[in-house]
């Protein structure tokens, strides 16, 4: 099932020229509305995701880097031994395999990675878990980028394909 590179691939290359775009065109922490609740916000973050690790010292950019190569290496034995009925399993390792180059890439290059697509929602009460004040009246989601958005549509597809498959005879 080698064959589902192809998705992996272009989550790379759209992952680093969204990346390389924000980079050219927004300035960091200036929010760029383009739809409501959604903004194009340029940050940067030298952990993993919610930032965790953010703060290590800079340990961690070559512990998530391996970490995501082996990953990766693991990914890629997993889709050479799918069946050729194992579609989404596929579809989703792909889009997993893409997203996590993506970042490893930014990761290896560059010490952090380019985030740029921020969520919000209007609210001067509390904002839900996850989410975090960034002014008094609006709740933002952690800004992402595409390599983020493939992992995690890349997960549900394997969740779902794990259950959801029927049993072999």
């Not at 998705?7 to 960091?28: E, H, T």
């Not at 889709?79 to 395999?97: H, M, Q, W, Y």
């Not at 010490?111 to 904002?127: L, N, R």
């Amino acid at each position: 099932m080698l064959k589902w590179l192809w998705l992996s691939l272009l989550v790379i290359l759209a992952d680093q020229l969204g990346k390389q775009a924000a980079l050219q065109s927004l300035v960091q922490y200036e929010p760029v509305a383009l739809l409501p609740y959604f903004n194009l916000s340029l940050t940067f973050n030298e952990g993993a995701a919610f930032s965790f690790l953010s703060q290590a010292g800079g340990w961690q950019r070559w512990f998530l880097s391996l970490l995501a190569i082996a990953i990766s290496v693991f990914i890629l034995v997993w889709l050479k031994t799918l069946d050729a009925g194992e579609k989404l399993l596929a579809c989703g390792l792909a889009l997993v395999l893409g997203g996590a180059i993506g970042n490893v890439i930014d990761r290896i290059l560059f010490g952090k990675v380019t985030d740029f697509i921020d969520w919000y929602y209007h609210s001067s009460d509390s904002c839900l878990p996850f989410f975090y004040r960034l002014n008094e009246a609006s709740c933002h989601w952690p800004t992402f980028n595409l390599a983020d958005s493939a992992i995690f549509l890349g997960v549900v597809l394997v969740l779902l394909q794990t259950l959801f498959q029927k049993p072999p005879a």
